[in-house]
């Protein structure tokens, strides 16, 4: 497992206990340094994005699409 900083959208955010977030160069870079200078912190982002990620598999993504494609027909067909 690796550090992941990323940019701070929606499908990001939702898991932000296990990247560090940056929105502007100067996040980024300060992201950089808390990596460099605070293994724990990063070891333990690390571990929680490993535990998240095998948690995640094609067929359960299918699944949620599936629902919310379905969702999102039913909503559809009530407009008139």
């Known amino acids: 497992s ?3 900083i990323a940019t ?4 990001i955010v939702r898991d ?3 990247v560090f ?5 100067d996040e980024w870079v300060s992201s950089i ?6 293994p724990e912190i990063t070891t333990r982002k690390t571990e929680i994005g490993r535990k998240k990620a095998l948690t995640r598999t094609w067929d359960k993504s299918a699944e949620t699409l599936a ?3 379905d ?6 067909n009530k407009r008139p």
């Open 2 to 4: 690796r550090p992941v």
């Open 8 to 11: 701070p959208i929606p499908e």
């Open 16 to 18: 932000s206990e296990a």
């Open 21 to 25: 977030l940056a929105s502007n160069p």
């Open 33 to 38: 340094e808390l990596i460099t200078r605070e």
């Open 67 to 69: 629902t919310e494609l």
């Open 71 to 76: 969702k999102l027909n039913a909503s559809a």
